[in-house]
């Protein structure tokens, strides 16, 4: 029983002392997003993993996320505007606020 125990007491203080040092690097980079549910949020595994969030775009162009397969617009997202190329130019694809696509087939997007 006692073994048990100990054992017990180190499964803890190991996951805890991993855990640390997960949230301590964090701090070092830049700030984590804490609300994925607002703005513009790309997904993977069918929006299962967030990947990127935009909490206010502007209507600028910007890269389309490689590995996303799905996009949701929360707040402040009217439209999301796909493009083949890298400079937002050519032929304007509207995605709307919510839609899943291939993974890589966007290059370039304009959100507003």
Known sequence: MRRNTLRA???VTAVATV???AVSSGTAS?????????GLTFYSD???TPLVNYPAPDGS?????????A????????????????????????LG?????RPGEYASFIAY
Do not use: H
């Open 9 to 11: 007491a180190l499964a």
């Open 19 to 21: 855990a640390g040092f």
């Open 30 to 38: 830049a700030a984590p997003v804490t609300d994925w549910e607002s």
């Open 46 to 48: 069918n929006f299962v």
């Open 61 to 69: 162009c910007q890269p389309f996320p490689a590995a996303a397969g």
């Open 71 to 94: 996009l949701v617009g929360w707040s402040n997202v009217d439209n999301v505007i796909a493009y083949w190329t890298d400079d937002c130019s050519g032929q304007p694809i509207a």
């Open 97 to 101: 606020t919510l839609r899943t696509f």
